[in-house]
């Protein structure tokens, strides 16, 4: 095992540049989840926590959420200020693990390790984030639903580094995260959904059913062109398009795919009464 730690981001980035294979990490805490079911000798770290001071504020204003790449869990459940503005950034942190984990992870760590079932990544779609890369040849930024293109596979380049993810301030008509486990908290996500609609229209983005977190585009155009659903398996026939469950140790496809429809059902026919 090799772990590399930069004191300046141009250092990072330099080492990046030089070596594809190094991986960023900060809490660490996705990597002591695999760290029995991977070779010590092919594991090459790019530490970032030196970097604190550069990249762990949070930057709240008028027009948007700014969370630094070192940005921990606890850093939002700590600010009234942004769980005010953000309230299911809140809720979602208070699910990822105990608090040991919630003060050492962070979003962009979440972000990064791509996991189908992260919750940090759900609240933050559906939220409309984007993700801000740095390289030495300079910056890009990429619409978080745009990110992954598979399984653990994203547009970041192997030179490149999430530095800090941005989220806008809107004005919010509806916003529900809900996350199905096998207990009520300190689980991974058998099924996890978020909706919220702002002046941008709607989004419906889901874990745990498909190889990355995702969108459901197809129901969220039927919610836009006013779409009457008499029962869930109307939901479930449309998400059909959107999603892909699988069965694994913690669930099964079918599972799945009938909370998800029922719980979309439901919360629309409490919400949004002509549904029912």
């Given at each position: 095992?090799?772990?590399?730690?930069?004191?300046?981001?141009?250092?990072?980035?330099?080492?990046?540049?030089?070596?594809?294979?190094?991986?960023?990490?900060?809490?660490?805490?996705?990597?002591?989840?695999?760290?029995?079911?991977?070779?010590?000798?092919?594991?090459?770290?790019?530490?970032?926590?030196?970097?604190?001071?550069?990249?762990?504020?949070?930057?709240?204003?008028?027009?948007?959420?700014?969370?630094?790449?070192?940005?921990?869990?606890?850093?939002?459940?700590?600010?009234?200020?942004?769980?005010?503005?953000?309230?299911?950034?809140?809720?979602?942190?208070?699910?990822?693990?105990?608090?040991?984990?919630?003060?050492?992870?962070?979003?962009?760590?979440?972000?990064?390790?791509?996991?189908?079932?992260?919750?940090?990544?759900?609240?933050?779609?559906?939220?409309?984030?984007?993700?801000?890369?740095?390289?030495?040849?300079?910056?890009?930024?990429?619409?978080?639903?745009?990110?992954?293109?598979?399984?653990?596979?994203?547009?970041?380049?192997?030179?490149?580094?999430?530095?800090?993810?941005?989220?806008?301030?809107?004005?919010?008509?509806?916003?529900?995260?809900?996350?199905?486990?096998?207990?009520?908290?300190?689980?991974?996500?058998?099924?996890?959904?978020?909706?919220?609609?702002?002046?941008?229209?709607?989004?419906?983005?889901?874990?745990?059913?498909?190889?990355?977190?995702?969108?459901?585009?197809?129901?969220?155009?039927?919610?836009?062109?006013?779409?009457?659903?008499?029962?869930?398996?109307?939901?479930?026939?449309?998400?059909?398009?959107?999603?892909?469950?699988?069965?694994?140790?913690?669930?099964?496809?079918?599972?799945?795919?009938?909370?998800?429809?029922?719980?979309?059902?439901f919360w629309l026919a409490e919400n949004l009464p002509?549904?029912?």
């Amino acid at each position: 095992m090799r772990v590399l730690r930069p004191t300046t981001l141009n250092e990072a980035l330099e080492m990046l540049a030089a070596d594809g294979a190094l991986r960023p990490i900060a809490g660490g805490t996705d990597v002591l989840v695999s760290w029995h079911d991977q070779s010590k000798d092919d594991l090459n770290l790019l530490d970032l926590s030196p970097l604190r001071d550069r990249l762990g504020p949070l930057q709240l204003t008028d027009d948007f959420l700014e969370l630094g790449a070192l940005t921990t869990y606890y850093d939002v459940i700590a600010s009234p200020e942004v769980t005010s503005a953000f309230p299911l950034l809140a809720e979602a942190a208070r699910q990822v693990g105990a608090i040991q984990i919630q003060t050492r992870g962070t979003w962009a760590g979440n972000i990064g390790n791509g996991s189908p079932a992260a919750d940090g990544v759900l609240v933050l779609m559906a939220y409309d984030a984007t993700v801000i890369l740095q390289s030495q040849a300079g910056f890009t930024e990429v619409p978080l639903d745009r990110y992954y293109i598979g399984y653990k596979q994203t547009v970041r380049r192997p030179e490149q580094l999430i530095i800090a993810i941005r989220i806008p301030r809107r004005r919010r008509e509806h916003e529900w995260f809900h996350k199905v486990g096998a207990r009520s908290a300190l689980t991974i996500s058998k099924v996890g959904i978020v909706v919220v609609k702002d002046e941008q229209g709607w989004r419906v983005v889901v874990n745990s059913v498909a190889p990355f977190v995702c969108r459901c585009r197809a129901f969220e155009k039927a919610l836009t062109n006013g779409k009457v659903f008499q029962d869930s398996k109307e939901i479930r026939q449309l998400l059909d398009t959107d999603i892909a469950p699988i069965d694994d140790i913690r669930s099964t496809a079918r599972y799945r795919a009938t909370v998800l429809s029922k719980l979309l059902y439901f919360w629309l026919a409490e919400n949004l009464p002509q549904t029912s």
